[in-house]
């Protein structure tokens, strides 16, 4: 029994480690693409930036709630091995963070989204 434990606490972890891994890339990549997409708004007239620059931040929220979504399953799957009551409760108001935060960014986007389609149809 206690191998099989061992066996599943080991992979438990390597999938943590293998979430954590890809949430690192989408938002360093998301980061990265959205800073270039930012400066590349100095070429634009003032007119277009700000519908430009919405956009922008719409795309970069989407890619930061994907790894919000994604961290949050790493920290269910963390928490299923943790040792102590202490390791638990740390995980469960990490995941509790980060519930609140993708929460707020989805209230944030579906808004923006809202107003943008809004503008667009006054137009």
Known sequence: MEIVEAIVTDATTLAVLFIEAVVLAVITGATLLATG??????????????????RIW????????????????????ESSIAPTWHAIAQLGAIALIRTFLNYFLERDIREVSELADRHRAAE
């Open 37 to 54: 997409r930012m400066l590349g708004l100095a070429t634009v007239p003032g007119s277009a930036r700000m519908e430009r620059s919405r």
């Open 58 to 77: 719409l795309d970069y929220a989407r890619w930061l709630v994907a790894g919000l979504t994604l961290q949050i399953g790493a920290d269910i799957l």
